[in-house]
């Protein structure tokens, strides 16, 4: 469901402000509810894709309610303290207008203005927008004399949309605020393999954090053999952006691979990052591993998560726990998000699972990878995508953008029937794109 164009003016309804009140309560809230579900265990793309809907109706009220609206209502609505979703609700609903460029102005003055999450609900709010008159006005933006934080909003909304930049990025890619520059790398992501070694390097051997790890995920995407290196020195040095590292070891697989990240299970340090990525390992030895740390408190619902992973089980709460779980999901319908996610796996009774494995552990080959019980290839990953949880999306999303060297990425943050989009595109690629090397194939 798209969100309308407002109506001529001659079409116009009389409005009634209490009812968009409503309307923009309401959108708050839902905002709130989908940005808890698409991160949830216990929530699919289908239940995500409807409760988008309800949020997309109400904001669609806002919108065929037209100028009145934007001045009396959704304007004001930026400048008041409270709530973030009706915040970024007010936003999307601004941007969705078409109208003059002040109205994009005046949203994009707010990253000045503001701090913290306010900064976060605003990129949202752009990116989720979209168009291309939205793009047009943006790429306005790509010059040295914008304010840091606005340029590096509109690349970071340009970089999701996938658009393709030429000389305007280059500048940024050198910008002398780090946040610029990381916004750059990032909008690379979706053309990693035409990045040179030479500023790639150099985005590597950035001490500022933030672009230092943008640089690494985008030659990671684009099978850069310096960026593959720096990854096996993350993990092996337990460096700061070891998470992103083992993630990307997990995905490509192999034996050393797998090495490196059993090694890494043994320091605390690293350990709850590992367990996070052995699911995409996908082996029978990783499997054992998760059954392993199942019996070892805290990890057993994290390492459940992982097994199931690989394997496929479905895993219900003990008994014991399920008086609990259904206690926390009654305050969480009541205070959306007040929850981590991963506090809200399931914690199996471990004697079940282990019971179940030494029935059909023999249907795996050691040799084979495994995604939901499949052996890992294009269908399997897809069949995945569309029917694990929301949290377990989290994990697999980037295992696409890695096979398909950023040809496409599945961003699990913004509307699901771009996700669906995206999945359908992928279904026509090549099968050799899910099989191949990714470390060091592309450069050299």
Sequence with gaps: MRPMAAPPPHHALPISWEMLETHLDESGYLWGRWRHALVAPDHVLEDVTGLEERLLAHVDALVLAGPPAMTRLLVPA????????????????????????????????????????????????????????????????????????????????????????????????????????????RCMKAFSTHVPDTLLEEGLRSTIPEVCEAALEVGLIGGNRLAWRECRRQVTGRGPHRGLALKALAIAGGGDNQRLLFESLEHPTSRRECIRVLGLLGTVDAARTCLELMRQEPWTALAAEAFSTITGRTMEPADDVREATAEDEDDDALHPGTSTPEATLPVPDVSAVEAWWKEQARGFNPMTRYIHGQPFGQAALLEALREASMYRRNTLAPVLELRTRGELALDPFTWTRVQLARMEAANRLPAMHFSRSLDGTAHG
């Excluded at 709010?125 to 008159?133: C, E, I, T, V, Y």
């Design 78 to 185: 930026l400048r008041q303290d409270g709530d973030p979703g009706r915040f970024e609700a007010a936003a999307l609903a601004l941007l969705l207008q078409e109208t003059s460029e002040g109205v994009l102005k005046s949203i994009l003055d707010k990253l000045q203005e503001e701090a913290g999450s306010l900064v976060g609900s605003v990129r949202q709010a752009l990116r989720l927008a979209g168009g291309k008159r939205l793009e047009l006005c943006l790429r306005t933006l790509l010059t040295p004399t914008t304010p840091p934080p606005l340029l590096a909003a509109a690349l970071d909304a340009l970089g999701t949309w996938r658009v393709k930049l030429g000389p305007e990025l280059s500048s940024s890619l050198r910008h002398e605020v780090p946040e610029v520059r990381a916004a750059a790398f």
